[in-house]
């Protein structure tokens, strides 16, 4: 059975940064794309962005293009977004997505996410 | 980015009846379109990808149809455990969301 569990939410400053992590299992980790999306309060869902393909390629979504990276640690199935300079428009719970498969954007599994607050 | 447009925004039925989501693309993305059912404070579902490809274990009563631009979601025979926020997602290009339709009960 696929798990995504999703850790590093919190209450942060406009400015500051976050570690978001997701422990994967049941699946070969690093043969799947893998994605992070968000639901902003009283919005819908919003793709943020895919590490995916055998060389790992990454995509942003513009929003958060040049402030974010995505990233996996294959030895600990382990998949991260790094947020830096966060914005109050950044507030949200972010979800940890399998891709259906090494490409595409289709998101088969997810995580139950985790709470970004950026406040001061 | 391709932009997705859903209606309606919302909708009240009952039990038993048929509900029908449509979803628009503003562009052709051939049948790369995907459907998921959010329930409050739980995990995202996918039910169909593909426009019409039932995904593993989602009851028979969901299923889609469509292409090019124009797809649309049908819950057959509503169930309880069907009240929820469904969305429609573009797996063309770089992925884009519909706004959303809340099903709620009657």
């Known amino acids: 059975e696929v798990q995504l569990l999703e850790s590093g939410g919190g209450l942060v400053q406009p400015g500051g940064s976050l570690r978001l992590s997701c422990a994967a299992s049941?699946?070969?980790?690093?043969?799947?794309?893998m994605n992070w999306a968000r639901q902003a309060p009283g919005k819908g869902l919003e793709w943020v962005a895919t590490i995916k393909g055998s060389g790992r390629s990454t995509h942003y979504a513009d929003s958060v293009k040049g402030r974010v990276t995505i990233s996996t640690d294959n030895s600990k199935n382990t998949l991260y977004l790094q947020m830096n300079n966060l914005r109050a428009e950044d507030t949200a719970v972010y979800y940890c997505?399998?891709?259906?498969?090494?490409?595409?954007?289709?998101?088969?599994?997810w995580g139950q996410g985790t709470l970004v607050t950026v406040s001061s | 980015d391709i932009q997705m447009t859903q209606s309606p925004s919302s909708l009240s039925a009952s039990v038993g009846d048929r509900v029908t989501i449509t979803c628009r693309a503003s562009?052709?993305?051939?049948?790369?379109l995907n459907w998921y059912q959010h329930k409050a404070e739980k995990a995202p579902k996918l039910l169909i990808y593909?426009?019409?490809n039932l995904q593993a274990g989602v009851p028979s009563r969901f299923s889609g149809s469509g292409s090019e631009t124009d797809f649309t979601l049908t819950i057959s025979s509503l169930q309880p455990e069907d009240f929820a926020t469904y969305y429609c997602?573009?797996?063309?290009?770089?992925?884009?969301f519909g706004g959303g339709t809340k099903v709620e009960i009657k």
């Open positions: 562009q052709t993305i051939t049948r790369a």
């Open positions: 997505a399998k891709g259906i498969d090494t490409g595409t954007s289709t998101f088969d599994s």
């Open positions: 049941g699946f070969t980790f690093s043969t799947y794309a």
């Open positions: 997602q573009q797996s063309y290009t770089t992925p884009t």
């Open positions: 593909g426009a019409s």
